[in-house]
């Protein structure tokens, strides 16, 4: 039973454009989100959040959308990079507490030059 | 001064055997995890720990036990081996109110 899910494994963009990586959730209980950056070899680094209050919360070239109603969320990228070349993990909990953070199985993004 | 430090980081052992991670934070925070990566790369929560006291157990087999002396250390035993729990293990660390976690680099875990 999947609770947060991105069902595209892979994504591929040319360097200067807009990346839009998605995850879809299913439970309504989660009102905190995060976007995760992963290098192999290392361990997930946090990229981003989003309180369910916000819509839209955006730092330097990243901005993560929420639509509740959909029960949706995007990261954008403007403009990628090759160095954002990563595995981008979707999370998502009930509460500010971070008690436990529940992933998406992730999305590999290739920025090409 | 890694912020959270996780060892060793290959782990090659034969079904059966008894193995230990071992996991240490140094960012003062009140919190620790342990995540499983499993080979469909799905991150799943393992145990939590908040001042050494567990608080989120999610359905692991007893085989796993994990042990935290001290709010900066959160070690994971494995008793009996067994091929299904080949995977990347990741520790990771928070404090409430935070941003999220601070995971360590991951244990790649293979049983042979």
């Known amino acids: 039973d999947q609770q947060v899910k991105q069902n595209s494994p892979s994504l591929s963009v040319q360097e200067g454009r807009i990346s839009i990586l998605n995850c879809d959730y299913t439970?309504?209980?989660?009102?905190?989100f995060l976007w995760y950056k992963k290098y192999p070899a290392e361990g997930p680094t946090f990229l981003i959040s989003?309180?369910?209050?916000?819509d839209k919360n955006e730092d330097g070239r990243f901005t993560v959308f929420l639509n509740k109603s959909a029960k949706h969320l995007s990261l954008h990228i403007v403009p990628s990079q090759p160095g954002d070349s990563a595995v981008y993990f979707c999370a998502a909990s009930e509460g500010v507490g971070f008690q436990k953070l529940v992933f998406g199985t992730g999305t590999r993004l290739l920025v090409s030059p | 001064d890694t912020a959270v430090s996780q060892t060793p980081k290959y782990l090659v052992t034969q079904m059966g055997n008894d193995k230990s991670i071992k996991c240490e934070q140094n960012?003062?925070?009140?919190?620790m995890y342990w995540y499983k990566q499993d080979s469909k790369k799905f991150l799943k929560i393992m145990f939590s720990y908040n001042n050494k006291e567990l608080i989120i157990n999610e359905t692991v087999p007893n085989r796993f036990s994990p042990k935290s002396p001290d709010k900066a250390h959160l070690n994971l035993h494995i008793n009996s081996l067994e091929l299904g729990d080949s995977a990347v293990y990741f520790c990771?660390?928070?404090?409430?109110?935070?941003?999220?976690?601070?995971f360590g680099s991951g244990t790649r875990l293979t049983v042979v």
């Open positions: 439970n309504s209980m989660f009102d905190y």
């Open positions: 960012l003062g925070h009140d919190t």
């Open positions: 990771a660390s928070s404090q409430v109110g935070g941003l999220g976690y601070t």
């Open positions: 989003i309180s369910s209050i916000k």
